[in-house]
């Protein structure tokens, strides 16, 4: 149900597992970060290519998976 959700949003939605591996990637992410969904998923985000260095993402992504975030949300 998730996946026809997302499927049907036009903003890039990624969806990541608690091993940073990629479970959702919609059709909007796919022009946004050059990849398609049969390339993305499954793979670890952190070692995809997508022109960004996204090693700078990874302490926010694990801070919001591990609830430790600081912008006071839960």
Do not use: C, Y
Not at 62 to 73: F, K, N, P, S
Request: aromatic content about 6%.
């Amino acid at each position: 149900m998730l996946e026809a959700v997302f499927g049907s949003l036009r903003t890039g939605v990624v969806v990541l597992d608690n091993d940073l591996r990629v479970q959702i990637w919609n059709k909007g992410a796919e022009p946004m970060w050059g990849l398609s969904e049969e390339e993305a998923r499954g793979k670890e985000f952190m070692t995809l290519e997508i022109g960004l260095t996204v090693s700078q993402l990874e302490p926010l992504i694990r801070a919001r998976l591990e609830g430790t975030h600081e912008d006071g949300e839960q």
